[in-house]
């Protein structure tokens, strides 16, 4: 009954649909293939890599002639990519635990305590976003060379477990919890710390996994500081590690695509497992208080 009291599409309606889907679909196209591309390569032999090339997923070029699956396992035991990638997780597991404690913590004073110069110091931090991480580069480098923390895990996880970014959030969203709430715990002798991890926690799952996922993006992602902090291949995480299938004989495409794919899963499976608290997030912290 109800689709005869639905009006029609007239044709021009129809038209601008069809070519709205169509400009999606080519974007879609667009995005996708470098990805493509990656895997396409990750399963060739290394003869393939520079004798059948070809831009077009059309082109039989494109595709290897025989997927060789056997460059996954290279990769990962005879590169000894594998201690690259436990590095990575290890790092990233601790970053984003001490991240997720600091940035709830300030985001809450910030949101719900009244002290002496807040808005100035709140000020202050969001002015650091504009600070390159490059100009941060060599202070880092001398704390941590004088805390003799070269080459071992606080060197890699320390100097970033605090980001304005993730305390902007947070606090945009903690500033929308009513007050009300947090008297009624007060009065119930509840302290700060008690109200954040029972009252606010449970309320900002959202902001918490976005947190976390940019946590980890930063520390999986990180090249340039693990390469200015490590000498030896202990803690070296898997971004230095995709770095070594650049030889003297050229880089070893088929090999390295393959490590791409291996660092690139779990990045796409946590995001995808936190997809919908994401982008509740960030909608929510536009809100006004």
Known sequence: MADRFRPRRGPREIAAMTGFYALLSAAAFVAALPFLYMIA?????????????SANPLSAEFWPSRPEWANFAEVWVGQDFGRY??????????????????????????AKLEFVGKKNLFSILILTLMI????????N??????????????ALT????????????????????PNSIVEAAKMD?????????????PLSRGPLFTVAFLAVMTSWNSLQWPLVVTQT??????????????TEAGP????????????????????????????????????KE
Not at 141 to 154: C, E, Y
Request: hydrophobic share 55%; charged share 10%; glycine share 4%.
């Open 41 to 53: 390569n990750a399963l060739k032999t290394y003869a393939e890599t520079v004798t059948r090339i």
């Open 85 to 110: 990638f436990i590095n990575s997780v290890v790092i990233a597991l601790v970053s984003v635990s001490g991240t997720v404690a600091t940035s709830s913590l300030a985001a809450y004073a910030f």
């Open 132 to 139: 390159p991480e490059t100009a941060t580069l060599v202070p």
């Open 141 to 154: 480098f001398l704390v941590v060379s004088r805390f003799g923390w070269m080459d071992t895990l606080p």
């Open 158 to 177: 320390v100097p970033f477990m605090a980001s304005a970014f993730d305390i902007f959030m947070l606090r945009q969203f903690f500033a929308q919890v």
């Open 189 to 201: 002798g509840c302290s700060h710390l008690r109200v954040l991890v029972s009252i606010f926690f």
């Open 233 to 246: 291949p202990r803690w070296r995480p898997i971004s230095v590690g995709l770095a070594r299938f650049i």
């Open 252 to 287: 070893e495409t088929h090999l390295r695509l393959a490590g791409a794919i291996i660092a690139l899963a779990p990045i796409v499976a946590v995001y995808l497992a936190a997809q919908k608290q994401i982008t509740e997030a960030i909608a929510s912290t536009g809100m």
